[in-house]
């Protein structure tokens, strides 16, 4: 867990270095569309949440649409493979978030525009289902906001996604007390094409 949380806090730290560093040029401006990436990356339970939650394996699917070039609403879908604790060793636990939010992105370019830097910060409300597997268990549906920071890596069409997302929710998976849990999503994708 320490390399993966080391890994994603580098490489955002040089994401920041190349944006600060980058020559703050206005970007061409841009047609609002559509974007599909599909990340992958880790879910890490934090506080609490980590005596209920092992660490697990994330797959999502996002859908964004560009209202403004600075202003991007996402749509996920994510799905992780966790096992929850204290319940025995069958109880394998998917759990499922859907959310949308508002990201505000930054653009920025370096070089001759083919390289880019563009950070985002964003902030979202959605539901997280617990689906427990070979066990007897019910399945609960919560609700969850999130604070996201990350950036895109853009070289001529490729475009590196990183995001960290700091997931808060409320009641606990197994659905007996009405209290906060909060985990941590790290998530990369690659993107072609686009600018």
């Not at 997302?165 to 094409?193: E, K, Q, S």
Request: aromatic fraction near 8%.
């Amino acid at each position: 867990m320490l390399k993966t949380i080391t890994v994603f806090v580098n490489a955002f730290a040089v994401l920041l270095t190349v944006s600060g560093l980058a020559q703050a040029q206005a970007s061409a401006p841009r047609k609002p569309g559509f974007e599909l990436l599909m990340p992958t990356g880790t879910f890490t339970p934090k506080g609490a949440h980590d005596e209920d939650l092992k660490r697990a394996n994330l797959t999502a699917v996002q859908l964004s649409y560009g209202l403004r070039p600075d202003l991007v609403l996402t749509s996920t879908v994510g799905w992780a493979r966790t096992h929850a604790t204290g319940l025995g060793a069958d109880a394998k636990l998917d759990m499922f978030t859907y959310d949308i939010g508002a990201e505000c992105r930054i653009p920025r370019r370096v070089g001759d525009g083919r390289f880019n830097v563009k950070p985002f910060t964003g902030l979202g409300v959605g539901a997280r289902s617990y689906n427990y597997r070979d066990i007897d268990a019910a399945t609960t549906h919560n609700l969850a906001a999130y604070a996201a920071a990350g950036g895109e890596i853009g070289l001529a069409k490729v475009r590196v996604r990183l995001e960290v997302r700091n997931y808060m929710t409320w009641l606990n998976p197994a659905g007996t007390d009405n209290v906060r849990r909060n985990d941590v999503a790290f998530m990369a994708g690659v993107r072609l094409g686009g600018r």
